[in-house]
């Protein structure tokens, strides 16, 4: 039996009123997210990207089309605790220590003290964080940081996990490393995720479906299925089958582009 | 030489640390005090010597020069008293007078003692510290919250502090004396007089210290950004929880810097609604007399003192921020 979408988007329209006119954001985007699935969108800036994971979030609106997620309208996904979200910026609450900051969601969510501690503890481990839940976030380097924001995302044990181009302000080497991680973390939770990123490689690296966007106006213009093992090492990225999924997310890109000059 | 204590306390390193906080941070501040101190002297003797000349002819005295500068430095109403005789003031008037004294029978405060005065404007100004910024931290969460209040409350604060104090502090003190509820207190007996006399002190104290907080407070209810916003959105955290968890801690930074400068002018405010309401005590009280007898070296010494209470204020609230913001995890 094929399983409904998670989150399933169908003529989505987000025009912006700005000061200089309405800007539309997205146009006409169609996609369908199946439970499990790991999902890259890519593209340049203004494409749109992280407006459509703000509207899987509900943080922004539509003005056309229908989004649902979980079979729900974003706003009611979010309040059923669907996603767990994770910013560009680590965002740690700098007065906060690590559980701390860990537990804002379960605190606001209502979770009992025992339940906090227990959960805290275990999505530290997941996040390979243990020993560092007393440090204040100035005292952790910025992939553990960003790490522990994965944590706090995980927490309250929603199946969809967004990331907003969570890795984008970290070196190349540290980048490596945590998406070795996340796929591991990917593999242990069965999450479904979507990500934001400027990078062919994270995107074919990570994902199971990549979909490429273009600017002007916000637009899906290519959707590709990965055949990629679900078992990843890093030196994949050598393989010819890794390089030819990039070299068609590249043309996609060129593509969305060409009608820019 | 054996290795001990003593060569790791005054060795080389050690005194090569000692010099360089000595030129670093001493050195300029003794040759800042100096320099305020050597021109302070030098406006002495000039402004004084118009009164030194008028005696000697007058009187029709001989004096040297070194007589006539050593006559201006000491003279028992001067127009711009000397460094030391405002510090003998000083010393005479806090360490040099009993700070309690017998009358009819009762143990008193001497009102010769600058610390009684200096006890007497601290209470008021602490009180009315606490009622502004009370007030303050009350009106920033409402102009966060409300469009409405932002709109409105916002330029009568900033109206309010156009409004010379001077002006106002009697209308105060006349309309508060005379508040039935105040004066049934005192007659019922549940507050003294002294407490009566409190009352518009910290009222007209408080109308200059709130304003601070307010700005202050604002600032920081509003200094989380998009994205730590997004995340309690992402949450569906109500707007009490954003309050307490995002915003409230956000401020706390904000919140101790207006109160430094918030205390210092609940300082101002209490010395000058001591000047118009006839009271005994109080360093405006102090400024006030002093200026009505000519006594020019009290009314200095009484300003060195409201200067030394505002500075041990600001140093207070500055320990308590740093224990606060440490254990809130702000790097030291």
Same mark, same amino acid.
Request: with cysteine.
């Given at each position: 039996?094929?399983?409904?979408p998670?989150i399933?988007?169908?003529n989505?329209?987000?025009?912006? &009123?700005?000061?200089d006119?309405?800007?539309?954001?997205?146009r006409?985007?169609?996609?369908?997210?199946?439970?499990?699935?790991?999902?890259s969108?890519?593209?340049?800036?203004?494409?749109?990207?992280?407006?459509?994971?703000?509207?899987?979030?509900?943080?922004?609106?539509?003005?056309?089309g229908?989004?649902?997620?979980?079979?729900?309208?974003?706003?009611?996904?979010?309040?059923?605790?669907?996603y767990?979200?994770?910013?560009?910026?680590?965002?740690l609450?700098?007065?906060?220590?690590i559980?701390?900051?860990i537990?804002?969601?379960?605190e606001?969510?209502?979770?009992?003290a025992?339940?906090?501690?227990?959960?805290v503890?275990?999505?530290? &481990?997941?996040?390979?964080?243990?020993g560092?839940?007393?440090k204040?976030?100035? &005292?952790?380097?910025?992939?553990?940081?960003?790490?522990?924001?994965?944590?706090?995302?995980l927490?309250?044990?929603?199946?969809?996990?967004?990331?907003?181009?969570?890795?984008?302000?970290?070196?190349?080497?540290?980048?490596?490393?945590?998406?070795?991680?996340?796929?591991?973390?990917?593999?242990r939770?069965?999450?479904?995720?979507?990500?934001?990123?400027?990078?062919?490689?994270?995107?074919?690296?990570?994902?199971?479906?990549?979909?490429?966007?273009?600017?002007?106006?916000g637009?899906?213009?290519?959707?590709?299925?990965?055949?990629?093992?679900?078992?990843?090492?890093?030196?994949?990225?050598?393989?010819?089958?890794?390089?030819a999924?990039a070299?068609?997310?590249?043309?996609?890109?060129?593509?969305?582009?060409?009608?820019?000059? | 030489?054996?290795?001990?204590?003593?060569?790791a306390m005054?060795?080389?390193?050690?005194?090569?640390?000692?010099?360089?906080?000595?030129?670093?941070?001493?050195?300029?501040?003794?040759?800042?005090?100096?320099?305020?101190?050597?021109?302070?002297?030098?406006?002495?003797?000039?402004?004084?010597?118009?009164?030194?000349?008028?005696?000697?002819?007058?009187?029709?005295?001989e004096?040297?020069?070194?007589?006539?500068?050593?006559?201006?430095?000491?003279?028992?109403?001067?127009?711009?008293p000397?460094?030391?005789?405002?510090?003998?003031?000083?010393?005479?008037?806090?360490?040099?007078?009993?700070i309690?004294?017998?009358?009819?029978?009762?143990?008193?405060?001497?009102?010769r003692?600058?610390?009684?005065?200096?006890?007497?404007?601290?209470?008021?100004?602490?009180?009315?510290?606490a009622?502004?910024?009370?007030?303050?931290i009350?009106?920033?969460?409402?102009?966060v919250?409300s469009?409405?209040?932002?709109m409105?409350?916002m330029?009568?604060?900033?109206?309010?502090?156009?409004?010379?104090?001077?002006?106002i502090?009697?209308?105060?003190?006349?309309?508060v004396?005379?508040?039935?509820?105040?004066?049934?207190?005192?007659?019922?007996?549940?507050?003294?007089?002294?407490?009566?006399?409190?009352?518009p002190?910290?009222?007209?104290?408080?109308?200059l210290?709130?304003?601070?907080?307010?700005?202050?407070?604002?600032?920081?209810?509003?200094?989380?950004?998009?994205?730590?916003l997004?995340?309690?959105?992402?949450?569906?955290?109500?707007?009490?929880?954003?309050?307490?968890?995002l915003?409230?801690?956000?401020?706390?930074?904000?919140?101790f810097?207006?109160?430094?400068?918030?205390?210092?002018?609940?300082?101002?405010?209490?010395?000058?609604?001591?000047?118009?309401?006839?009271?005994?005590?109080?360093?405006?009280?102090?400024?006030l007399t002093?200026?009505?007898?000519?006594?020019?070296?009290?009314?200095?010494?009484?300003?060195?003192?409201?200067?030394?209470?505002?500075?041990?204020?600001?140093?207070l609230?500055g320990?308590?921020?740093?224990?606060?913001?440490?254990?809130?995890?702000?790097?030291?």
């Amino acid at each position: 039996m094929h399983d409904a979408p998670v989150i399933e988007a169908q003529n989505l329209d987000l025009t912006f &009123q700005t000061a200089d006119g309405p800007v539309q954001a997205l146009r006409d985007v169609n996609l369908e997210i199946g439970k499990g699935e790991f999902v890259s969108f890519i593209g340049p800036s203004g494409c749109g990207k992280t407006t459509f994971l703000r509207v899987i979030a509900a943080l922004e609106h539509p003005t056309g089309g229908t989004i649902t997620v979980n079979g729900m309208t974003p706003d009611e996904a979010r309040k059923s605790r669907a996603y767990g979200y994770v910013f560009q910026a680590a965002g740690l609450y700098p007065w906060r220590t690590i559980e701390k900051n860990i537990k804002l969601p379960l605190e606001i969510m209502g979770f009992e003290a025992a339940e906090q501690e227990r959960r805290v503890k275990n999505v530290l &481990q997941l996040v390979d964080l243990e020993g560092f839940g007393k440090k204040f976030p100035w &005292q952790l380097s910025g992939g553990m940081q960003q790490r522990a924001s994965i944590a706090r995302a995980l927490a309250f044990d929603a199946d969809i996990l967004l990331m907003d181009e969570p890795f984008g302000a970290l070196d190349e080497i540290v980048r490596d490393h945590l998406n070795e991680q996340l796929l591991k973390l990917w593999a242990r939770t069965e999450k479904t995720i979507g990500f934001v990123t400027h990078s062919i490689p994270e995107a074919v690296y990570l994902s199971t479906k990549i979909v490429v966007m273009s600017p002007r106006p916000g637009r899906i213009t290519d959707v590709i299925e990965s055949d990629l093992p679900k078992e990843r090492p890093l030196d994949i990225r050598d393989t010819p089958e890794f390089l030819a999924i990039a070299h068609r997310v590249r043309e996609g890109l060129r593509a969305g582009h060409a009608y820019d000059d | 030489m054996t290795d001990g204590v003593a060569p790791a306390m005054f060795g080389p390193k050690s005194a090569a640390r000692w010099v360089g906080a000595v030129s670093g941070a001493v050195l300029p501040v003794m040759a800042v005090v100096a320099a305020i101190v050597a021109i302070w002297y030098g406006g002495s003797v000039m402004m004084n010597r118009a009164w030194t000349l008028d005696q000697i002819e007058r009187r029709g005295l001989e004096m040297t020069t070194m007589e006539i500068v050593a006559d201006t430095m000491n003279q028992e109403r001067p127009v711009l008293p000397t460094p030391h005789q405002v510090f003998n003031e000083l010393w005479d008037t806090t360490v040099g007078e009993p700070i309690m004294r017998e009358r009819r029978g009762e143990l008193q405060g001497n009102p010769r003692n600058l610390f009684f005065h200096a006890y007497h404007t601290l209470w008021p100004t602490i009180l009315g510290f606490a009622i502004g910024s009370f007030l303050g931290i009350l009106l920033a969460v409402g102009i966060v919250h409300s469009r409405a209040m932002d709109m409105s409350v916002m330029p009568w604060a900033i109206a309010s502090q156009t409004i010379p104090i001077l002006a106002i502090a009697p209308i105060i003190v006349v309309v508060v004396s005379n508040l039935p509820a105040l004066n049934n207190a005192v007659d019922q007996g549940w507050i003294s007089d002294d407490t009566k006399l409190l009352v518009p002190k910290a009222l007209i104290s408080s109308y200059l210290s709130f304003f601070p907080v307010v700005v202050g407070m604002v600032a920081g209810l509003r200094s989380p950004n998009a994205s730590d916003l997004d995340l309690m959105r992402t949450y569906s955290a109500s707007r009490g929880q954003t309050f307490w968890k995002l915003r409230l801690p956000a401020s706390v930074p904000f919140l101790f810097t207006s109160f430094k400068v918030s205390i210092a002018a609940a300082l101002v405010g209490t010395i000058v609604a001591e000047l118009p309401t006839g009271a005994r005590f109080g360093l405006g009280a102090r400024l006030l007399t002093g200026s009505y007898y000519g006594q020019t070296i009290q009314i200095w010494s009484a300003l060195f003192m409201a200067a030394i209470c505002a500075a041990a204020l600001v140093i207070l609230l500055g320990a308590l921020e740093r224990v606060v913001l440490k254990r809130m995890g702000v790097r030291t």
